[in-house]
Each structure stands twice: as C-alpha cells, then as structure tokens.
C-alpha cells in the first residue's frame, strides 16, 4: 500500500506517490491546510511539516493583546465547524454577523435562534464559543468561580466596560448577564473571517 495517513499533532498528513513524485498533504478535519511534493515520500513529509511549524508560529505571532487569533485562523475553524452545527447556532452568528455595529445582546442571541429567553442563548452561544476556542486554541478569560467564558472566542466586551473602568471583562459579563442587555461585540478577526467566507 503506497498511501499512508499519519498524525502531526492537530493535522492529518496524508501521502503517497503523484505521478514521478510524493506528495503529502496536511488536513484539519476535512479542511487542506498546506501540502508539498518531493522526490521521495520522506522528503514531501518533511517539508509539509515545516510548513505546518511556520502555519503555527505564524498563528501564535499574530495573536492581538486577548489572545484572540488572526482572521485566517478563524476562517479555517468556522470552515470545519459550521457544517457540524445546528441552524440555530448558525442564526444566533448571523444575527450578530448582521447586528449594528455587530453589537448584540443574548436577548437578540435568542430571538435569532427561536429560543425562549437568553439564558439558552448565553448557553448555546458559549458551546459555539467553546468548538471555535477549541479550533484556535484561543484560551479565554475566567469568571471569580474558575470557568470559562467561551463567548470571548467570539466576540468582547465593546467598550471593557465605561460604566465601571476599574473592572474586567469577565466581571463586567457576570454583572451584565442576567439582565439580557449586555451587549457582546463581535471581534473583527471574526467579521473579517466571515465576510471572507461569504457569510450571510
């Protein structure tokens, strides 16, 4: 058997022979990230996981202050994920994709998805959060009690809070969230991501 499949930490390289020569290419999920050609499958390998090192450097390098990835980084996660989800988390990201400002609140959140209030919204919007955090290995801020708010890999706080300058963002969610008007801003590598896909 000439075609091979091996794993290279969060890829998938599959190789073997293309025409008089290797070829290797590197897949997340069912996404081509990169692939090369060479004479021998080794040297096709090789070089596809130098590319893969320089992908994750460059993904690393190009983090803004919160940790959040570039567009690119985005656009391949939403490229593995959005076929996977339901239409109501595809509704909720098109309401905020679509939103003033790309300013929504969970009350909106939940209109958009059919649900019947913004705690499912909160709920929901924060597992979208959680598989695109996953995709990016983007680690997001932490409320008093230790637990994620996954929502941050999807969008921030707009103005970190004017009201109370002092405070973070993880308190300014909590103080916000039960009132269903706190407003998530939808990051920009997010917009740019999904304008580059076509979203709508």
Same mark, same amino acid.
């Given at each position: 058997?000439? /075609?091979?499949?091996?794993? =290279?930490?969060? /890829? ?7 025409g008089?020569?290797? %070829?290797?290419?590197? /897949? ?6 990169a692939?090369?050609t060479?004479?021998?499958?080794e ?5 596809? &996981? ?11 390098? %190009? ?5 959040a !990835?570039?567009?690119?980084? /985005? ?7 959005? !076929?996977?989800?339901?239409?109501? =988390? ?10 003033l ?5 969970a ?5 958009a998805?059919?649900?019947?209030? =913004? ?5 929901? =919007? ?13 680690s997001? !801020?932490?409320?008093?009690? %230790?637990?994620?708010i ?38 920009p ?5 999904? &304008?580059?896909? %076509?979203?709508?």
């Open positions: 058997m000439n /075609y091979r499949t091996d794993k =290279y930490g969060r /890829y998938e390289i599959k190789s073997g022979p293309l008089t020569q290797w %070829g290797a290419h590197a /897949y997340r999920g069912k996404v081509l990230v692939r090369k060479a004479a021998s499958r040297d096709a390998v090789a070089a596809l &996981r130098k590319e893969l090192e320089q992908i994750d450097g460059l993904e690393i390098s %190009g983090r803004d202050r919160e940790g !990835p570039s567009a690119k980084v /985005y656009e391949k996660a939403f490229l593995l994920i959005l !076929p996977q989800v339901s239409d109501s =988390y595809r509704n909720m990201l098109k309401a905020h994709f679509q939103a400002d790309f300013l929504i609140s009350t909106k959140l939940a209109e998805a059919g649900y019947d209030g =913004y705690g499912a919204a909160n709920l929901h =919007y924060g597992k979208l959060g959680k598989l695109i955090a996953a995709e990016t290995d983007f997001p !801020p932490r409320r008093a009690n %230790g637990t994620e996954w929502t941050c890999a999807i969008a921030r706080d707009p103005a970190l809070d004017d009201e109370f300058p002092e405070t973070s963002l993880p308190d300014a969610v909590v103080r916000n969230m039960d009132s269903g008007h706190f407003e998530w801003q939808m990051r590598q997010v917009v740019e991501a999904l &304008r580059a896909l %076509g979203f709508s």
